[in-house]
């Protein structure tokens, strides 16, 4: 996973993986495990580190060649261009059944073709422009496709006609492309064996060919996914509008106590005492051993009330009929509690009955969600976010992501759902609060990032009425950890033991900690500060400002491989980005570059002194060997700061630059010589 994902950023990586078994899903305990299981998982990290995934051999080669001899497309709009109706439909229903439309034609696109075409041509997307095309009205109909802003890639299907020559109309196209930039475009020749001439052609001038307009569909819809995987992966993440206070010493005495206790799954109400815990809302649950003290707690909630069998060893309860609502008396209360604990015995004669949960009646809730996680064997825990209610694993509306998640991670979890698009609102129902959503979503990402321990944990049904949000019921089943946190994940969480407060030599008082994806706005804010020969020293080029995708990739690291470490002024709302060090990790783990900025107004001070002790010690504890960096000779802060900290100075004469370079094997020494390579 980390080096797909630092791979993927600047070369395509396609697989190919077979097996596609759920059969390890069926003995899973929780809905949540049941719906996360086997290849789906596959397809979330695939997702996460940006990799295409296709299906087959042929798909595999189609997407290959697509991607390696066209640009990437910047949307979705395709167009198909083609001189023979049918073929073209088949493109528009392959593009339908994978969940994509055709490029919607602008006004000024159709007056352009009406002034091409004859007045009877298709007058949309599939453009038909006829059986009777000449090899002009095939390069002009491309012209004008190619300067239209709604199409993001195009697709030619030629049909052989009477009046057509394949061989030259591929000529034509293949001169015109070549002279001019363009987005994706590959094409479908069809004819058989007589057409090879002109597939030959095209596929010389870098313009890929298939057989059927469903295989060219195919490798489009992967070059998009790649793309769109690409742009998640460099996207800035907004952040949260509150700060995150987790209970973790709470959190733990609940699982250790169950654990201890020698249970599996803990009770409905302990479930929920860990989420409220992690700050995921949750209502108001009583336990209660008889049904008198469950008439009392119903009187303390207020009537009507909702009634569940309370037992370690039922986790769906609706299966043995331990739920009852709509409770409006005490009477219905004692009689709902006999007829619980009698349900539960007859379902489970050796389940272990502790009672009932007495829990307010929530009326007519705006939406019933899901949101869980699973450990899988591969790739530790996995969070599900979809469709909620007893029939979640019937609808099988959900969708998975790998923590730790981000707010943008979060909403693009929630947008791979169907029920997402409901959640804007319909039929007079408000639409929900997607902020709400997304730092719940969160929340449970620091729970299982937080604890190994937990296996599997759903929320079923979460429950939205207005701009809040009720877990009703919740499942949490534990077993001990075989590893400390956080090597239980795929994914390297945000390293927050990294994070320390000081005040540096020179008397500035900072909070210095990991760079974090929402901070581009503070690494602008800082950029601002470099002076001219300050953006040069560190980028080695005349920047005037850092583009977004630099910003992200800066911001976005792999904790496992880098680290990049900030500087905040303590005394500013917010924190002000003073300076930031980074260490730049080799694939072998031992070696790493270097490298530590200052802004102008806070040289001096003692600022990169401390990010570049904190550097070192971080270094030291991964068991690296071996650090080095780039520093330009009119430098000299840098250079001095280097020495300083025990790093040995090498001056290139043919490079014109200095190398500095710590060995961290025999523990740091100072050497304030120069030396000449």
Known sequence: ?????AVSRVKPIVVLKSGRSRAGARAAGSHTGAMAGGDSVYVAAFKRAGIVRVNTIGELFDCAELIAKQPLPSGSGLAVVTNGGGPGVMAADALAARGLEPAVLEPETLDRFDRLLPRF???????DILGDATAERWRKALEICLSAPEIHALVIIFVPQGLSDGLEIAGVLAAFLEKKPHPPVFAVWMGGGGQAPARRLLNEAGIPTYETPERAVDAFTYIHAYARNLE??????????TNLELDHAGADTLIQASLDGGACCLTEQDAKALLAAYGIPVNRTEPAASAGEAVRAAQRIGFPVVMKILSPDILHKTDARGVQLNLRSDDAVKAAFERITENARAYKPDARILGVTVQAMIRRPDYELIIGSRQDRDFGPVILFGMGGIMTEILQDHALALPPLNRLLARRLMEETRVSRLLEGY?????ANRELLEEILIRVSHLVTDFPEIVEMDINPLILIGDQAFG??????VRPARVAPPRHLAISPYPNEHERSLTTSGGVPVFIRPIKPEDAHLLEGLFQTLSRESVYYRFFSPLKQIPRKMLARFTQIDYDRDIALVALDRREPGGKMLGVARLMGD?????????VTVGDPWHGKGIGAALMEALLEIAAARGMERLWGIVLPENTQMIALARKAGFRAVFDRG??????????????KGNDTTATA
Not at 232 to 241: H, R
Not at 427 to 431: C, E, H, N, T, Y
Not at 472 to 477: F, L, M, S
């Open 427 to 431: 039929r007079g129902r408000p639409p």
């Open 232 to 241: 998640m992966l460099q996207e800035i993440p907004p952040m949260l509008e």
């Open 472 to 477: 009703v019921d919740a499942r949490v089943v």
């Open 587 to 595: 694939p072998d783990g031992r070696t790493a570059e270097l490298a």
């Open 121 to 127: 041509w298709s007058r949309g997307n599939p453009v």
């Open 1 to 5: 996973m980390s080096a797909a994902r």
């Open 655 to 668: 490079d014109g630059r200095y190398r500095i370079d710590l060995d961290l094997t025999g523990g740091r």
